[in-house]
Nanobody, 126 residues
């Protein structure tokens, strides 16, 4: 069992930046492929970004490419999503997720993840 604890988020104006963090205390963080997903009101949960166990492989959705960066620090059991040049359409509840995977595996589907954070609201005003 992995408990994911999210922090960050909040309200920002369009063009601004926010950082989300996801921490998994317990020493097993490095064994998991990690990802970020988001869900806007009335919409289905969608993939945002993923990073491999080693941190050497990442992938972000086209909608955030060039604006969002995913990273991880296995020594600190923490994953970060740096969000720049934010747009009102980025407004959503953001979730971090952890799932089993090979050292260089990434995951774009929610079904690949077994554990989820509590969710963090991100609101971007026009």
């Amino acid at each position: 069992q992995v408990q994911l604890r999210q922090s960050g988020g909040g309200l920002v104006q369009a063009g601004g930046s926010l950082r989300l963090s996801c921490r998994a205390p317990g020493g097993t963080f490095g064994y998991y492929t990690m990802g970020w997903f988001r869900q806007a009101p009335g919409k289905e949960r969608e993939f945002v970004a993923t990073i491999s166990r080693s941190g050497t492989k990442t992938y972000v959705a086209d909608s955030v490419k060039g604006r969002f960066t995913i990273s991880r620090d296995n020594a600190k059991s923490t994953m970060t999503l740096q969000m720049n040049s934010m747009k009102p359409e980025d407004t959503a509840l953001y979730y971090c997720a952890a799932g089993p995977g090979a050292v260089d595996s990434i995951g774009t589907s929610a079904s690949q993840y077994d554990f989820w954070g509590q969710g963090t609201q991100v609101t971007v005003s026009p």
